[in-house]
C-alpha cells in the first residue's frame, strides 16, 4: 500500500500520487507541507496520513457516486512563504484542487490562506499550523484545523511543567509566528501559575552556531530550558549546543521538537527531557496506528493522525453537501465533525459516507477525538512525552 500511496517521485515543487483508478468523478485534494525545510523529517508521514483517508474514501466507491480521489503535494517549505504561496498557487490554478489539507507551518499557512485559497474560494484543513492568531484571522469560512491553537498548549505545557516540580525556566523560540505565538502563551500561562521564566529570547534557523543564545540563556538561569523550535533545524541547534556547553541537560520539547530525529540526534544525552505533542488517546487512534503500520508508515508520528482527519473531514463535508464545491461544502464540515450522529472512527469512512448519502447525520472522531469548536479548530487534546534510554516514551495523555 506504501507503494501505490508514493507512486510519484516528491519534486521541489510537489508531487501528483493518484490513489486509485476506474472511478469518476475525480475529486482533487492538495497536500501542502514542508517536504523540504525545518519539520521536513515529519512530513512523510503526515501526506500518507492524509492520503490513506484519500484511498479508503476512494476504496469505499461511496463517495459521491464513486468518485477516485487524487491527491496533489505541493512542497510548502513550512517557513518560506513565497515559495508556500507559489507551490499552493499552482495546485489551486493548474491542478484545481478541490480542498488542502494544509499548511503545516503557521506564517505560512497565513500567507497561502490570505494570498491563494480566499481568493480563490479553496477549503484548507491544516493539520498543525497551531498559531493563536490563526483563530482570529479572517477567513471567509474557509479555514479549519485539526490541531489545537498554541493557546492551549501553553497550559498544558505549564502543567507538564509544573507537575515535575520546575518553578523556573529559561524558553527558546524559532523567530517566527509559530515560535513567537506559543514562547509568549506558555510564558503567560507559566507566570500565572506562580512560575518564573527567566529569558525568553528568539533564535534564527539556518545557523550553523548556537553558542551565543545558549549562552545568554544559561546566564539568566533556568531548571530547564523551553525548546519552541524546530527539531530539523535551529531548534536542534540550540540543544546541541546547549549540550556541548553543560548550560543545559533537560529540555522541554513543544510539537514542533517531537519527532524520532531527537532519538536519532541525541539518543541518551537528552534523557530526563519531556514535552508534548497533539494527539488523543482511545480507540480511535489505536484503529489509524494499525491503519498506519499495515500501509508501511509511522501512525504515531507528529500530526499523522491530524492529517488523516484533515482529509477525512473535507471528504465526509463533499458527501453532506453533496458537492465537491468548496463554497457549498465548506458550511457542512463543523456538522459532521460534531454531534449528534452516528460516532465515526478511522476504517469507517464507508459507514460515515454511506450515512450521509441516505441523509443521516455523523460525528467524526476519527484519529484524534475530532470536535471543532470556535472559528473551526480543534478542542485540543495532548500527550505527553518524556526521553528515557536514549527512547521517546509516551507518558499520558491531557
Known amino acids: 500500500?506504501?507503494?501505490?500511496?508514493?507512486?510519484?517521485?516528491?519534486t521541489a515543487c510537489g508531487a501528483t500520487a493518484v490513489l486509485a483508478d476506474g472511478h469518476a468523478p475525480q475529486v482533487k485534494l492538495g497536500v501542502s507541507l514542508g517536504f523540504t525545510g525545518p519539520l521536513e523529517s515529519l512530513a512523510p508521514p503526515m501526506a500518507e496520513g492524509a492520503e490513506l483517508?484519500?484511498?479508503?474514501?476512494?476504496?469505499?466507491?461511496?463517495?459521491?457516486?464513486?468518485?477516485?480521489v487524487i491527491s496533489i503535494r505541493a512542497d510548502s517549505t513550512c517557513i518560506d512563504a513565497a515559495a508556500a504561496t507559489a507551490a499552493v498557487e499552482r495546485i489551486v490554478t493548474s491542478d484545481r484542487v478541490d480542498?488542502?489539507?494544509?499548511g503545516m507551518c503557521s506564517g505560512e499557512?497565513?500567507?497561502?490562506?490570505?494570498?491563494?485559497?480566499?481568493?480563490?474560494?479553496?477549503?484548507?484543513?491544516?493539520?498543525?499550523?497551531?498559531?493563536?492568531?490563526?483563530?482570529?484571522?479572517?477567513?471567509?469560512?474557509?479555514?479549519?484545523?485539526?490541531?489545537?491553537?498554541?493557546?492551549?498548549?501553553?497550559?498544558?505545557?505549564?502543567d507538564i511543567i509544573m507537575g515535575r516540580g520546575f518553578k523556573e525556566v529559561a524558553?527558546?523560540?524559532?523567530?517566527?509566528?509559530?515560535?513567537?505565538?506559543?514562547?509568549?502563551?506558555?510564558?503567560?500561562?507559566?507566570?500565572?501559575?506562580?512560575?518564573?521564566?527567566?529569558?525568553?529570547?528568539?533564535?534564527?534557523?539556518?545557523?550553523?552556531?548556537?553558542?551565543?543564545?545558549?549562552?545568554?540563556?544559561?546566564?539568566?538561569?533556568?531548571?530547564?530550558?523551553?525548546?519552541?523550535?524546530?527539531?530539523?533545524?535551529g531548534g536542534s541547534?540550540?540543544?546541541?549546543?546547549?549540550?556541548?556547553?553543560?548550560?543545559?541537560?533537560?529540555?522541554?520539547?513543544?510539537?514542533?521538537?517531537?519527532?524520532?530525529?531527537?532519538?536519532?540526534?541525541?539518543?541518551?544525552?537528552?534523557?530526563g527531557s519531556f514535552g508534548q505533542n497533539p494527539a488523543s488517546a482511545g480507540e480511535g487512534r489505536d484503529a489509524f496506528v494499525a491503519m498506519a503500520k499495515a500501509a508501511g508508515f509511522d501512525?504515531?508520528?507528529a500530526f499523522a493522525a491530524e492529517s488523516y482527519d484533515a482529509a477525512a473531514l473535507i471528504m465526509l463535508a463533499m458527501q453532506a453537501?453533496?458537492?465537491?464545491?468548496?463554497?457549498?461544502?465548506?458550511?457542512?464540515?463543523?456538522?459532521?465533525?460534531?454531534?449528534?450522529?452516528?460516532k465515526i472512527l478511522p476504517g469507517d469512512l464507508a459507514i460515515g459516507l454511506e450515512i450521509l448519502k441516505a441523509g443521516g447525520e455523523i460525528d467524526y472522531v476519527g484519529a484524534t477525538s475530532v470536535e471543532l469548536v470556535g472559528a473551526g479548530e480543534s478542542a485540543g487534546n495532548y500527550r505527553e512525552i518524556e526521553f528515557e534510554g536514549g527512547k521517546l516514551k509516551v507518558v499520558g495523555y491531557r
Not at 246 to 266: H, I, K, R, W, Y
Not at 325 to 340: E, F, H, L, S, T
Open 321 to 342: 453537501a453533496n458537492s465537491k464545491d468548496p463554497a457549498v461544502y465548506k458550511d457542512r464540515i463543523m456538522d459532521v465533525a460534531n454531534a449528534p450522529g452516528e
Open 99 to 102: 480542498g488542502i489539507v494544509g
Open 237 to 271: 541547534g540550540v540543544v546541541q549546543a546547549a549540550l556541548d556547553s553543560g548550560a543545559f541537560d533537560t529540555f522541554v520539547f513543544p510539537d514542533g521538537m517531537v519527532s524520532q530525529a531527537l532519538e536519532d540526534n541525541f539518543g541518551a544525552d537528552i534523557d
Open 1 to 10: 500500500m506504501k507503494k501505490l500511496l508514493m507512486a510519484t517521485a516528491l
Open 109 to 158: 499557512t497565513t500567507a497561502t490562506l490570505q494570498n491563494v485559497a480566499m481568493p480563490n474560494g479553496i477549503v484548507m484543513v491544516s493539520p498543525s499550523a497551531t498559531s493563536p492568531a490563526l483563530s482570529t484571522l479572517e477567513d471567509n469560512g474557509l479555514f479549519f484545523r485539526t490541531s489545537p491553537s498554541d493557546a492551549r498548549q501553553g497550559v498544558v505545557m505549564t
Open 299 to 301: 501512525g504515531t508520528s
Open 171 to 233: 524558553v527558546t523560540y524559532t523567530n517566527n509566528d509559530y515560535g513567537k505565538g506559543l514562547a509568549d502563551s506558555f510564558q503567560a500561562a507559566f507566570e500565572a501559575a506562580g512560575g518564573t521564566v527567566t529569558l525568553n529570547a528568539s533564535h534564527e534557523d539556518g545557523k550553523a552556531d548556537y553558542s551565543a543564545e545558549v549562552g545568554a540563556l544559561a546566564s539568566a538561569g533556568g531548571e530547564v530550558l523551553v525548546v519552541a523550535g524546530y527539531v530539523d533545524q
Open 53 to 68: 483517508a484519500m484511498k479508503e474514501a476512494t476504496d469505499s466507491g461511496i463517495l459521491l457516486d464513486a468518485a477516485t
